[in-house]
């Protein structure tokens, strides 16, 4: 299929806060007077409040994909500013949980790849046997990341050890606590040996469905889990709205429900189930909580999502991608 060639966006005038909310009024929203209206605008910014207000449009299709003004009948604000500070909320949630699956990150590799080729085994490439040897993602373009990060680092234990030691570099239990997330999962975790990558999956719940390889992880999957936690973790940083976002690279992928070999454990079968085929940030969720439970051996961080959608029962838990009973499945009891 040809690409749609692409066109000049369309002018449009440029509105003042006022201008806006006035015609926002005009448009049928209710709830709210005009000045607090555009105080609001002014605040958020109308094009970040759009992306809330949008389901409350009129649909222009049968599969109601496409929505423009005027407002359907009886819209509130108040409908609407309950979800953007919902939004909020989850992001806060949502980011704490990457916080705790992030740092057991860099304390597992840290300690594993220290343990394989020595304190400082990232300075030769048999210490991350699987970078490649260029390009952008090979081991001298690690080294090269490396050094960035750390010179840049204002961390205590970086500054000191940038006035006291010789190395150009740090051991890894230091060096990790200054590599941003994509670095270290691009470089540290994708250069780790396969052992270590398995040993990883397996610490985190995700065996190999093989019975044949009872201590390998599902190594594939838990590469495409860590890249989600990173998008979304963009997410959450930028504030982007999440809520009922739709996008594909907050979708990790499903074990699966029915393996063509004997398995053990609850890792391969039907729990996942209730995720498939819908879209939203449910399934991320999901995922994330299952991850947490891994590490911490806890409900705390799954405790601290039910009580936020506890506190906001008006919000359309469809429209995240869970279905009504999602409480009473499996992974979240």
């Known amino acids: 299929m040809a690409e749609r060639p692409l066109i000049p966006y369309p002018s449009h005038e440029a509105m003042a806060p006022e201008q806006l909310a006035s015609r926002l009024m005009d448009k049928g ?12 605008i002014q605040r958020v910014g109308y094009y ?24 359907l009948p009886n819209t509130d604000f108040s409908d ?11 992001r806060v949630v949502v980011f704490d949980g990457i916080i705790t699956i992030e740092a057991f990150l860099r304390s597992f590799l840290g300690t594993k790849l220290a343990l394989f080729h020595g304190s400082f085994g990232y300075m030769e490439k048999a210490g991350l046997p699987n970078l490649s040897d260029g390009g952008p ?7 090269e990341n490396f ?38 999962k691009l470089f540290l ?15 985190l719940g995700m ?22 936690i990173r998008c979304v973790r963009n997410m959450t940083a930028h504030h982007d709205r999440l809520w009922n976002s739709k996008s594909n690279l907050i979708a990790p992928k499903l ?5 063509t070999r004997t398995y053990q454990g609850d890792w391969w079968g039907h729990d996942w189930d209730f995720l498939r085929g819908r879209q939203g940030p449910a399934t991320f969720i999901t995922m994330e909580n299952y991850l947490l439970k891994q590490i911490e051996g806890t409900n705390n961080w799954q405790d601290k999502f039910i009580k936020l959608m506890d506190d906001n029962p008006h919000i359309p838990v469809t429209q995240m991608g869970f279905p009504l009973d999602w409480r009473d499945q499996n992974l979240w009891k």
């Open 29 to 40: 929203l209710q709830g709210i007077t005009s000045d607090d209206l555009a105080n609001r």
């Open 48 to 71: 970040r409040l759009k992306g809330y207000w949008y389901p409350f449009l009129t649909p222009q299709d049968d599969n109601q994909s496409k929505r423009n003004l005027p407002f």
């Open 80 to 90: 609407i500013w309950e979800r953007y500070i919902f939004d909020q909320q989850l």
């Open 137 to 143: 993602q090979g081991w001298h373009a690690a080294l």
């Open 147 to 184: 050094l960035r990060s750390y010179s840049r680092s204002q961390l205590p234990y970086i500054r000191h050890f940038r006035k006291t030691y010789s190395n150009p570099l740090p051991p890894y239990w230091m060096l990790v606590g200054c590599l941003d997330y994509g670095t270290l």
């Open 189 to 203: 975790y994708q250069g780790a040996p396969e052992h270590i990558k398995n040993e990883l999956a397996c610490r």
């Open 207 to 228: 065996p190999s469905s093989n019975p044949q390889t009872s201590e390998r992880g599902d190594v594939k999957r838990l590469d495409q889990w860590l890249e989600t």
């Open 255 to 259: 074990p699966d429900s029915l393996p």
